[in-house]
């Protein structure tokens, strides 16, 4: 029998090995034996979490681990695990829509800031009956002295408030400090982002979800499509990727409107302008880095330019016209070009729907530049279905010639799609956070990213639109990743920072450079977990 | 651009033609084209599927296609596609456990029928409050007149109810017929059924939702462990199966005690009687189906003795020898042996923790018959972990030789795990609706079954423990397959039928005759869904 069960343990131990020479993470994993530095911070990560898996995973009562992001955020926040993961050097976002990256306290404290040139106005008025049932829909605008209205802003708190109208949100916000009123700004903020009753109880479609999620980005850009409020949104924007140990950011930009608000509030803000302000805000963020002496840990910022896949083959082609200018401008900055909008949505394309277009554009760039300057870089696949128009996109995305994935929920029930990531080196921009509150899954236990990550196929974290997530920048994404899975470690989430310089869209000079400070930003993290490791009981 | 166009085209055909090789029904599919009746049969049924879906999903404000079961199981019932579904002859049930097979309306009218000799007790009394607030718990027992208690049953719906003490469940089921006790039947009801509310909303960790599942066996068994009960309850699961299109089944059978009680109420039967009981429960089900001219569409049932995870390497052996000893007196019954309950439990076992019994098992038999007769057909992989001893189950369920693997949720992890089952032809039964209930997914769209499917991994479906979770004996989790994926066809949903008679355990003799009859009734299917086709709109 003893022989029996050597042999039996001899095969076992065969076999795992055998499975995990498939894995991302499998050179790593050998490489951490050979670092005692680094061995020793996996060790301890391992140790914290385990430590943590059984004296408060598994002793709660109402929650466990791999339970739902909104719901246990606020128990996340308070670990150790956490704090350790919220001090990693990320690497790059990939995926990332810039007008929803920014937390929504931040954009509060912009919008303030303006609040003077800022009107609101209301589909109800802001009683505290209408509050409580969440009757009302408001809406922002940037407007100067000469049309700002008349009526006072108090009027809006009474029935007789006649709705529709707008008024100065400065004087709201004052009215809204007074104790009666204190759930006025919870109230308006609720309208940016989903909760935890929205995603996970009351909007139990995609339909539902996807409806409230559109309507928070209305709220939005009602405050950020004005030029002060644009320039230090990206300022911010900048400063809470390097808090979150996020460097080089890939940004998905859309500006779904022809003109923005400059800082008169008069509509004249060309696309080119936004761009124009989008580096003010940048060299803004890098003053204060500079100052506070920590430049060399932002990286770089650039730009994948986005047009709805809501829009007409026209308007799409003018959206590839107008990125072409913008590029031969800013050539460094234009990484790609991408249509974003729910991939699912019966008014929505498919880039099948789009084709012609779509190799048009590859088309004209060839003829005039002799190669393909700005790639596309497709959401492909956020679905649920199998073999669905839209769980086709990924064919359409991989045939295009897509660099990477965004998203590539459904991947993994495509198993020459699979392949052909792995040997064309096509990272997923996964993005677990984003897929839980939109209803794809149910929490990272059901995420096919583990799937991806066992099958060898190249992926990146990211968080999609963190401010309506009620998210941050990345760290959650790395925390839920590490937490949940026991093949997931230190080494594991490196070579998802790592993939996502090595994915980007920079140039080979740009991304050796990034890579090389990536790298020693990676070393000093490790020191630091010994140093942390040591103290640690 | 037409000739770029006309490319693309080519090339994105050969990649779906490529990737489509891969699926497990390709060649079925090859199959129907040549089949005029055939083709028909599947065309019309995606023809209702699609209709319904404009019709009914998409129309549908609080519900959609892929929504959980327990909130649309009404609304499917009444669709033609389910109709269809229901009417397939679905070959063999390969995964159920037999205490929870039957439908709870069924196990009712038995338990009426001999109400006199049952018993019940209270956790509390059955007052209007305490069912209000489900705050009483109760159990069954057998019991002869001698036992009967002299307390009236009315008792219980007071507050003077000693709680704990055994009632006549006649009695009580009396007094629930009157129009002011009408909810104690159903509030007894939900105690051996999870509802909508607890698997979505209230009982959401793992713990609180098996815990609840749990309880239901054990009020379930307090009537089932009945000599009259357990006869009529198997003849009743034979002949719910044929109802629902199942032919054959595979119960896995669990005598949890070494007693149960004899048609006296004497606690004195020991497992071998409970087979006779099981035997004479098939014949009576057999007798019904020979009067109503249908035994031809039962095929037969066998068993997957089964003990408890839970008990010690000595306990096991036991069972095993029980086992061995039912089956050398039953060689054609018993087809395997299992281990079940929860697997993630912390007081369960993985399969390693038992190796040396369970590889001693297999010696046993090798020395005995030369052969092994009674394989492995383990529960493995029911997690949604990543790594973890559970998910690790399945290596050593590969190892250990399981015939096929229970529930095998985490298998789509594996890569070489997946290979080994295509390989060895170990088949995976998959349990959508359970695993959806006990809250694994969300719904169908993130079951892992599609991703198995196109990887080309051999798969069935089956229900595991329908009762009690309001399902039928197979017909929704075809209904939920088809209806939510694109890429399964009446063609698909017949290599998961014929999959549960190629992968069940019968004899080759056995099984080439299931497989004629099976091949019969689908001729017979094909040609009603040709009536039923040219009828419908």
Redesign the interface.
């Known amino acids: 029998?003893e022989k029996?069960?050597n042999k039996?343990s001899e095969?076992?131990e065969e076999?795992?090995g055998?499975?995990n020479k498939?894995k991302l993470d499998y050179s790593e994993q050998d490489n951490i034996k050979f670092h005692p530095d680094y061995s020793f911070a996996v060790e301890f990560v391992d140790r914290v979490r385990c430590y943590e898996w059984y004296n408060l995973w598994?002793k709660a009562q109402?929650?466990?681990v791999?339970?739902p992001f909104l719901?246990t955020k606020n128990i996340i926040a308070k670990t150790k695990l956490f704090e350790l993961i919220k001090k990693m050097p990320k690497g790059g976002l990939l995926h990332a829509h810039t007008d929803a990256s920014v937390p929504l306290g931040d954009v509060f404290k912009i919008a303030h800031k303006y609040g003077a040139f800022i009107q609101i106005k209301s589909t109800h008025p802001l009683t505290q009956h209408n509050i409580h049932f969440g009757l009302a829909k408001i809406s922002f605008r940037p407007a100067n002295q000469d049309k700002l209205p008349s009526i006072d802003a108090s009027v809006m708190l009474t029935e007789s408030y006649e709705t529709g109208t707008w008024c100065n949100y400065n004087q709201l916000a004052q009215l809204a400090q007074h104790p009666d009123n204190n759930n006025i700004i919870p109230f308006i903020e609720k309208q940016m982002l989903i909760t935890a009753e929205e995603s996970y109880?009351t909007h139990?479609?995609?339909?539902k979800i996807w409806s409230k999620f559109g309507s928070c980005f209305g709220v939005l850009s009602g405050l950020i499509a004005f030029e002060p409020i644009w320039e230090e949104y990206i300022k911010r924007l900048v400063l809470r990727c390097v808090e979150d140990g996020v460097g080089y950011v890939e940004t998905r930009l859309l500006l779904i409107n022809e003109l923005s608000y400059d800082v008169n509030c008069n509509l004249r803000l060309t696309r080119r302008d936004s761009i124009l302000i989008f580096l003010r805000g940048v060299e803004s963020a890098k003053d204060v880095l500079r100052e506070e002496g920590r430049l060399d840990k932002f990286y770089g910022i650039n730009i994948i330019y986005c047009t709805l896949r809501f829009v007409s083959e026209d308007e799409l082609w003018n959206a590839m016209l107008t990125c072409l200018d913008i590029y031969k401008e800013f050539p460094t900055l234009i990484k790609g070009f991408d249509l974003v909008g729910h991939e699912e949505s019966?008014s929505g394309h498919t880039l099948?729907d789009y084709?012609?277009t779509l190799?048009?554009f590859q088309?004209k760039q060839i003829e005039e530049f002799g190669d393909i300057k700005i790639p596309y870089v497709f959401h492909a696949g956020e679905?649920?279905?199998?073999?669905?128009i839209v769980?086709d996109n990924l064919?359409?995305a991989?045939?295009l010639g897509t660099r990477r994935i965004g998203h590539g929920y459904s991947l993994?029930?495509?198993?020459?799609?699979m392949q052909m990531c792995k040997e064309k080196g096509v990272c997923v921009e996964s993005c677990p956070i984003s897929n839980e509150v939109l209803?794809?899954?149910?929490?990272i236990?059901?995420h096919p990213i583990?799937?991806l990550i066992?099958?060898?196929v190249p992926v990146t974290l990211s968080s999609d639109d963190p401010a309506i997530f009620q998210n941050a920048i990345l760290s959650y994404d790395f925390y839920m990743l590490i937490n949940?899975?026991?093949?997931?470690n230190l080494g594991t989430l490196k070579v998802l920072a790592r993939n996502s310089i090595e994915y980007s869209l920079m140039d080979e000079e740009d991304k050796s450079r990034v890579k090389g400070k990536w790298e020693q930003d990676w070393e000093e993290y490790v020191r630091w977990l010994r140093r942390q490791g040591e103290e640690w009981k």
């Not at 209803?439 to 929490?443: A, H, K, W």
């Open positions: 029998m029996l069960m039996y095969r076992r076999l795992l055998f499975e498939f598994f109402h929650t466990e791999g339970a719901d109880i139990n479609t995609m339909g019966p099948n084709l012609e190799l048009r088309q679905t649920l279905h199998d073999g669905s769980d064919y359409d991989l045939l993994y029930k495509h198993p020459t799609l209803r794809l899954t149910g929490g236990g059901n583990t799937c066992n099958h060898g949940h899975s026991n093949k997931t």
